[in-house]
T-cell receptor, first 112, second 116 residues
Framework: DQQVKQNSPSLSVQEGRISILNCDYT??????FLWYKKYPAEGPTFLISISSIKDKNEDGRFTVFLNKSAKHLSLHIVPSQPGDSAVYFC???????????FGTGTRLKVLA | GAGVSQSPSNKVTEKGKDVELRCDPI?????LYWYRQSLGQGLEFLIYFQGNSAPDKSGLPSDRFSAERTGGSVSTLTIQRTQQEDSAVYLC??????????????FGPGTRLTVL
């Protein structure tokens, strides 16, 4: 049973346009959500997070939106740059625990 | 270096052999985690340490897998009698404490294990 789902395995976007990566979850106990970015042959690096008490968190070009009723979150990258090309993982946790549940990732390719 | 380090970066072994994977967490981080990423899959939780104790070993796939952590720092993941399905990237992460918000896990570069 996959509690965190990223249904798009890949996404291609033109440089300068918006990239939207989506993530769905099933466990209503999750109250903290994170996005990690992974380049080949490197470990995932933390990008941005959001608590369930918010519906939006912004950090520079990156914004995460959370829709609790739909159990859906999305990562927006504006404007997209070629260096953003990577695999993006969504993760969710019940902050009272330690365990992150990761999605299967979305490979973003930003075309120059 | 201030990040999480793992060794070796690549390991090729024959089916049936034992392997040891090492993780050096960020200094001062009390929590340490092991994950596995198989081809086309997400990160699968294996085990977590708080200090030298492993309160949750539920993610270990079989009794061929074990892990220990000494001195609240370095951790070793051991896979005995490796099988081809063990082939994956094994990732280690650490965090200041376990759980909570604004307490992100920092990942190492991983060890790519190939079992022939």
């Amino acid at each position: 049973d996959q509690q965190v789902k990223q249904n798009s395995p890949s996404l291609s976007v033109q440089e300068g346009r918006i990239s939207i990566l989506n993530c769905d979850y099933t466990n209503s106990m999750f109250d903290y959500f994170l996005w990690y970015k992974k380049y080949p042959a490197e470990g995932p690096t933390f990008l941005i997070s959001i608590s369930s008490i918010k519906d939006k968190n912004e950090d520079g070009r990156f914004t995460v939106f959370l829709n609790k009723s739909a159990k859906h979150l999305s990562l927006h990258i504006v404007p997209s740059q070629p260096g953003d090309s990577a695999v993006y993982f969504c993760a969710a946790t019940d902050s009272g625990t330690y365990k992150y549940i990761f999605g299967t990732g979305t490979r973003l390719k930003v075309l120059a | 270096g201030a990040g999480v380090s793992q060794s070796p970066s690549n390991k090729v072994t024959e089916k049936g052999k034992d392997v040891e994977l090492r993780c050096d967490p960020i200094s001062g981080h009390t929590a340490l985690y092991w994950y596995r990423q198989s081809l086309g899959q997400g990160l699968e939780f294996l085990i977590y340490f708080q200090g030298n104790s492993a309160p949750d070993k539920s993610g270990l796939p079989s009794d061929r897998f074990s892990a220990e952590r000494t001195g609240g720092s370095v951790s070793t993941l051991t896979i005995q009698r490796t099988q081809q399905e063990d082939s994956a990237v094994y990732l280690c992460a650490s965090s200041l404490i376990a759980g909570g918000k604004n307490n992100e896990q920092f990942f190492g570069p991983g060890t790519r294990l190939t079992v022939l």
